[in-house]
């Protein structure tokens, strides 16, 4: 009886001692989030809440209630980041599938030219889409002289050129997860699935696809939040009409004295995103994605 | 009697160095074109004379200075600053006062020095159209700009609020010296923005800097824009089609402030009475197209006849031009702004 005692709190103590031992263990990385990601966030949350005179205000929420342009921002940088991952799952998972089915050798290729322009910086590949894409630009020059149209159109300093330029950039980060997805399908699945009957395209939605899912929502999700702060791309490639959360920032910052008008507006983007999070995750199953391939 | 005389001289000289070690300025301004004329007008000419020693830097302008003043560790001793953006932060406490019995701006154009801020140069805010689609005989007044039947084509436009209401009302009828008086009421900035929001479909572009109008011309984006006249020589010195005029332009000033408990505060004071002296400025329109602040300038022989004709101050150009009113921006610029980016965001 008593040694059966100690036995068990010896084994409990056991069990604390290694609890303590892997917290010791994760400690550096649990204080560096607490450092660099939590306690920003809480500064930026508290100075929100002051005032141009150096008091507790809600001045910066009320001013966003006030003047239409806020919302409309919003509504933008959520429209442009839905429409930039609509275009990147579109454009991405074929391509993910087409590199999965290739030899290994032209799959390499595939993904060699998928991954090079990620190498580039953004702003490198932002200006050179602006030389590309307006009125005397190297596609409108091309398209007329083969006779595709007469006139110069617009295709940038708008939109469709803020959406050209942010679905390139983001590409690779759909086409990654997904194509990793894709790889780890074991293709004895397919073969079992037109062994029992099933049409090709049968096969793929409801065995294929089901098992891309948990990379697609990955990508897409990475995509989405990724895009929310994008800053270069739209303020160059929108001609100063498509403004971005980040860029309304920007201009708080220099228009108004005190850090909070836009500090507010980190906040409001932060509790927007995480309520579509949530939303999302009503829906679909987050966990699927963190972890990971299957 | 030879010792103490050594030991006077000793002393001396330590003083000298003392003094001398202790006069320096770090100065900070916008980089570029626009520094590199600075520097070889102003800084490094005053720098041999005085004996200052100056020290360059580049800033993001006055959230810089505000951050610093904050924070209590002050490192910029002069900076390089918008008229407006200058008036509003010494409004905030971020500025030292000017002492002008140090600087003297008894020569000086009226209203181009401030308790905080003293002139550095005269830039307008012009209109320029591409030469290509309309020849020498471009938009001659902003009435002309807003015109899309006499001057078909695409416009380009300020983003900010700044210089972007004054064009807008003279379009609309008003007299250039009734603008600030019309637009000192939310009324009278609702009947300006009205006006932008008219020609909107016509701007194709909302720029947001200076090397951007300037590239918009230089490519042909856009037929007609408003910008900064150096900018636009500038781009017509690398080939652009691009031309302005002065009429009914708006005459702004750059100018130079010592932000709030800057480390050498008094040397900071003594050098910007070198670089307002007119030996210097009428240096400056040798490498950009801005004019000097400081009338003398004019008369000191180096700046010709024909460079004065194309500088903003240039006093026939001046006349033309309505003086951009800091009084107006420090009452009424946030509210603008942000009825300007809800046209804007339309």
Known sequence: ???????????????????????????????LILVVLVLPVGWLFYVSFVGADGQFSLENYERMIASKSYARIFMTTFKVSFLTTALCVLIGYPLAYFMSQMPERIANLCMITVLLPFWTSLLVRTYAWLVLLQKRGLVNDWAISLGLWDEPIKIVHNLNGTLIGMVHIMLPFLILPVYGSMKAIDRDFMKAASNLGATPRHAFWSVFFPLTTPGLFAGALMVFILCLGFFVTPAVLGGGKVIMVSMKIVSNIELFVNWGAASALGVVLLVLTFLILWIASRFLKLESITAGGH | MKLKMMLTVTVAMAAFAAVAQDKQVTIASWGGSYQESQSKALFEPAEAKTGIKVTQETYGGMSDVRLQVQTGKVTLDIVASGSGSAARAGAEGLLEELDYNVIDVSTFYPHLYTKYCVGGDVFSTVYAWNTNTYGDNGPQSWADFWDTDKFPGKRAYRGKVAGALEPALMADGVA????YKVLDSEEGIKRAIDKIRQLKPHIDVFWTSGAQHAQLMKDGEVDMTTGW????DNAAKDGAKVKYSFNQALLDYDCFAIPKGAPNKDTAMAFLAEISKPEYQDDLPKYITYGPTNKAAYETGEIDAATAAGLPSSPANAAMQLPVSLDWYAKWETKAAEMYQEMLTE
């Open chain 2, 176 to 179: 250039p010296e009734d603008v």
């Open chain 2, 229 to 232: 006249n150096g900018r636009f």
């Open chain 1, 1 to 31: 009886m008593t040694a059966a005692r100690t036995n068990e709190a010896g084994l409990r103590a056991d069990e604390r001692l290694e609890r303590l031992k892997l917290f010791g263990l994760s400690s550096p990385a649990i204080l």
